[in-house]
């Protein structure tokens, strides 16, 4: 497996390369298929007396589904550790997803004939929610830049290229990286959709209907 390691406000180490090193072998048994490594050391200093931080980003790629898992310690070898312990997890339980739907098939079921979607929840986004989203009474913060802007309230931006697949594969998507939901477009329905974790093995599926935005309903 190729490994890259690149380090954000830090130095890279030949200790830290060794340690990761080691810790390849043990992904590579748990992901043989995998081909790439990466891994992303940021250190973080802060002015607000917060103590220094190391966030360790690993991302592996290959023959299926990229897989991705990050954790943060004030000590980047022990963020190293918690990241790898993440990401074994998660190949763990999306293995495990698999053995269990080949063993006791279950999940969304699509009837051809009806397009009716059972056994997984789907709930489309309120009328209410989508006014607010649409005319900004839902506030977006963006991280604070100096402690003048502190807010306790910050939210994180990121912006991915649109992605169709079927509420199956943004499940097993949703595993591979870690998250409680994934956003997707819905292939059958081409609906922007997003499936999220529930209790146990149990998902639930929020999509957007088809509605024309607010200042096409006052025109017409």
């Known amino acids: 497996m190729d490994t890259s390691i690149v380090g954000v406000g830090v130095s890279i180490t030949d200790r830290f390369r060794t340690v990761v090193e080691e810790k390849v072998s043990r992904i590579e048994h748990l992901a043989p298929r995998a081909t790439t490594l990466e891994v992303k050391v940021t250190h973080r200093s802060y002015r607000n007396g917060r103590m220094e931080d190391d966030t360790v980003e690993l991302t592996l790629d290959g023959k299926g589904p990229v897989v991705r898992a990050e954790a943060t310690d004030t000590d980047k070898f022990a963020a190293l550790d918690l990241a790898v312990d993440k990401i074994s997890e998660q190949i763990r339980r999306a293995k495990q997803k698999r053995v269990d739907a080949r063993n006791h098939p279950r999940g969304a079921k699509f009837e051809k004939g009806t397009g009716e979607l059972s056994g997984i929840d789907v709930q489309p986004a309120s009328v209410d929610v989508l006014r607010?989203?649409?005319?900004?009474?839902?506030?977006?913060?963006?991280?604070?830049?100096?402690?003048?802007?502190?807010?306790?309230?910050?939210?994180?931006?990121?912006?991915?290229?649109?992605?169709?697949?079927?509420?199956?594969?943004?499940?097993?998507?949703?595993?591979?990286?870690?998250?409680?939901?994934?956003?997707?477009?819905?292939?059958?329905?081409?609906?922007?959709?997003?499936?999220?974790?529930?209790?146990?093995?149990?998902y639930g599926v929020i999509a957007l209907g088809t509605q024309a935005p607010p200042e096409a309903r006052v025109a017409s």
């Open 132 to 202: 607010a989203v649409a005319t900004g009474e839902v506030p977006v913060v963006a991280e604070a830049e100096s402690d003048e802007d502190y807010s306790p309230v910050v939210i994180r931006q990121k912006q991915f290229d649109a992605e169709w697949m079927t509420v199956e594969d943004a499940v097993d998507r949703m595993e591979l990286v870690g998250h409680d939901f994934f956003l997707f477009i819905d292939a059958r329905s081409d609906h922007p959709s997003v499936v999220y974790r529930r209790k146990g093995w149990d």
